[in-house]
C-alpha cells in the first residue's frame, strides 16, 4: 500500500500541480487523500480493493481531487499561490 499511495501521490502532483497532497493508506486497504491547503478534516478516501487497476485507481483519484479543490474554492490545474476561499474555510 506504501508503493500505492507514493504513486497516486505522484499522479496528483502531476495533474495538479504545485499543490501540496498528503497520500497514505489505512487498514483494509483504503487510500486517503488530502490536500494541505485546506482544513486536516477535508479529503477523501478510496476502497483500493474495489478498483480493478491502477487505472481506474488514478481516474477516482484525479476526480476526486478536483472536486475537492472546487470545494476549497481553488482552481484545478495548477496552483498559484491563491488562499483557500471556499465553503471548507475556518
Known amino acids: 500500500m506504501q508503493s500505492l499511495s507514493k504513486e497516486l501521490a505522484l499522479m496528483?502532483?502531476?495533474?495538479?500541480?504545485?499543490?501540496?497532497?498528503?497520500?497514505s493508506w489505512a487498514p483494509g486497504g483504503v487510500l486517503v487523500v488530502k490536500c494541505l491547503l485546506g482544513d486536516?478534516?477535508?479529503?477523501?478516501?478510496?476502497?483500493?480493493?474495489?478498483m480493478s487497476s491502477f487505472?481506474?485507481?488514478?481516474?477516482?483519484?484525479?476526480?476526486?481531487?478536483?472536486?475537492l479543490l472546487e470545494r476549497l474554492g481553488l482552481p484545478?490545474?495548477?496552483?498559484?499561490?491563491?488562499?483557500?476561499?471556499?465553503?471548507?474555510?475556518?
Open 12 to 23: 496528483l502532483l502531476e495533474k495538479y500541480r504545485n499543490y501540496p497532497w498528503a497520500v
Open 40 to 50: 486536516s478534516r477535508y479529503g477523501f478516501t478510496i476502497d483500493a480493493n474495489k
Open 55 to 67: 487505472s481506474d485507481l488514478s481516474r477516482q483519484a484525479m476526480l476526486a481531487g478536483g472536486e
Open 76 to 90: 484545478r490545474g495548477d496552483w498559484t499561490g491563491e488562499q483557500v476561499g471556499g465553503a471548507y474555510q475556518q
